[in-house]
């Protein structure tokens, strides 16, 4: 793990870091020393490690909270190099769909087979992230929706060391086998005039979670329109499962 | 309006009255003067206005909120004569229902001919609870599950002096129309295991809402098992939409 270019802003330490060929970015609260909960952000399609609304997510998580938060960029995605596989496959959906096949079904095997890569890409992220001396090895939360909750699912399915993900936005024809072996805490965004996911997709997937403690919000809106007071109510969750960790404890 | 019985306890003053032959009890911050919102609460059935949960929450909002609270019993409940006519009734339908007729078809039924009684009861609670010196002309909120919710919904469609719900465990069949007429804010609490109301019902009721804004929060569990940080959602709702009275305002 090779750290890069490092910067601060209102209280918060930005580290961007390459492990390997995945680049990624580390956000923790300045000055931090001793081990944290470390929360991995998964980012949507097209979108990219430092996507506005993941570092806005990110800074209050750190701020906040207290915690640890590191997203990597999917392949294909940011700064990751071309992908000539990706991008046929790609082409190929896009043809496929403008011929008439089901775009939900499409999007979920490209998302599967996009997380065949990104499940053990993560679980070395966390390894890595976690031998760093300010983030520790303390309990570890996800968050992604659409692009970030296709692949979320089988990473949470995939990590004990995850012990509550926030996932929404996806529907259950990607993961409902992964879904149904995560028994963390889950809350999950649901809007419910998404053009994208199918509302009873959407349904069944939640349905599919294992996790005995488990929370549907929906509102209102299309796909790109979760309401920002959801956003509240993710760092409370997290809160309310990984704890806090206050500053005054470095 | 008749004042009878007054206690304090915790920071929290109750006062039991007589609106006619309505049965109520007000919670208020002690030492309140001033104007502040007004949650109204409605109470499940078989239950009454100081129903264990219904108390609690009343001194949550109370002495975290600021807010002044009242419930008052439906016909047929808690301190209310009995009521022949509801009896005959009660008794009609269990003997359809072990006759085989639809049973939610009958609780709704049911459900719009209470609330035939309770939607003008419970108006003119606000018009005199209004009246009190601590309580003021502030904004109203509503709060009910169950058959709180029955009542809840031709309660909050018919009064515009509400302008923040929360209802749940309730389902279209009662309320469909009332429920589109219904604009304010609202947060809508649905058990995913119900054996009450079937989810389908419940799914129906959420999208009859007319609300620009509104929440559907969904949790595992049977009718009666709503997670406690469902409350804490409540409170957060609240002050959302009708703020938090500061205690040093009085």
């Known amino acids: 793990m090779r750290f890069t270019i490092e910067s601060s802003s209102h209280g918060v330490r930005e580290q961007l870091f390459d492990l390997g ?13 001793a081990a944290r909960p470390l929360i991995v952000l998964g980012h949507g399609g097209g979108r990219h490690k430092k996507d506005p609304d993941i570092e806005a997510l990110a800074r209050r998580l750190t701020a906040e909270c207290g915690y640890a938060v590191v997203a990597v960029d999917v392949p294909g995605h940011g700064d990751r190099p071309v992908d000539e596989e990706f991008n ?17 079904r499409l999007i979920a095997d490209f998302q599967a ?8 890409e993560w679980r070395s ?9 300010h983030v520790g090895a303390g309990p570890v939360g996800y968050w992604g929706v659409s692009l970030g909750c296709g692949l979320g699912v089988p990473f949470v399915a995939a990590e004990p060391r995850v012990r509550a993900a926030v996932l929404g936005l996806g529907g259950a ?6 879904a149904a072996r995560i028994t963390c805490p889950v809350e999950f965004l649901l809007q419910w005039d998404d053009e994208r996911v199918p509302r009873a997709a959407a349904l069944a997937l939640f349905d599919a979670f294992g996790s005995a ?7 209102p809106g299309k796909h790109a329109e979760v309401p920002a007071h959801e956003l509240d109510s993710t760092l409370r969750f997290f809160t309310r499962h990984l704890g806090r960790h206050h500053p005054g404890r470095a």
């Open 21 to 33: 060929d995945i680049p990624g970015v580390l956000w923790t609260p300045e000055g931090a020393a």
């Open 88 to 104: 046929r496959i790609a082409a190929e959906n896009q043809a496929r769909a403008e011929a008439g096949e089901d775009l939900a």
């Open 113 to 120: 087979f996009v997380a065949r890569r990104t499940v053990p």
């Open 125 to 133: 992220v966390v390894d890595a992230v976690q031998q760093v001396a």
């Open 173 to 178: 024809l990607a993961s409902a086998g992964d």
């Open 213 to 219: 403690e488990k929370s549907l919000h929906a509102n």
